[in-house]
């Protein structure tokens, strides 16, 4: 499963029927509602991470990413373009690197 299939799937429940699925309901609940979701799994990662529980945090990481893509995909905010954001930085901390090697 790819980041990119999982968001295919939440792309296609905003149109499910909440009833039968969990992302339907979150997604029919808005965007502030999945926002809140979000943060909420963010301090459960947070909390696993200075506790040191590598099992616990692994699990509450799969929800940290689950309800960001739930909240991008609520406010309508592609992952392609957040990748395409990552990949800026990327290639601008390259040139970076290369004018320092080059001074
Ligand atoms: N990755 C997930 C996923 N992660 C978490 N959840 C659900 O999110 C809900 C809330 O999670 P919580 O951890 O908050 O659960 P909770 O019961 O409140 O427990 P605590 O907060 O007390 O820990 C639960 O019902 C989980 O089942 C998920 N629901 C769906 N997915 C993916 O989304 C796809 C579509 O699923 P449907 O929502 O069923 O359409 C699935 O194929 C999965 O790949």
Redesign the pocket.
Known sequence: ?TLDD?FR??EA?KT?NPDT????QLLAAGPEKCAE?FG??AI?AIIEATKGDKARLTAEA??VL?HLLVMLAASDVHLKDVLIELGRRQSQSGLAEKAARSR
């Open positions: 499963m999982l799937t939440i429940r499910a699925s969990w992302t339907a979701k909420e799994e459960e799969a929800d689950y």
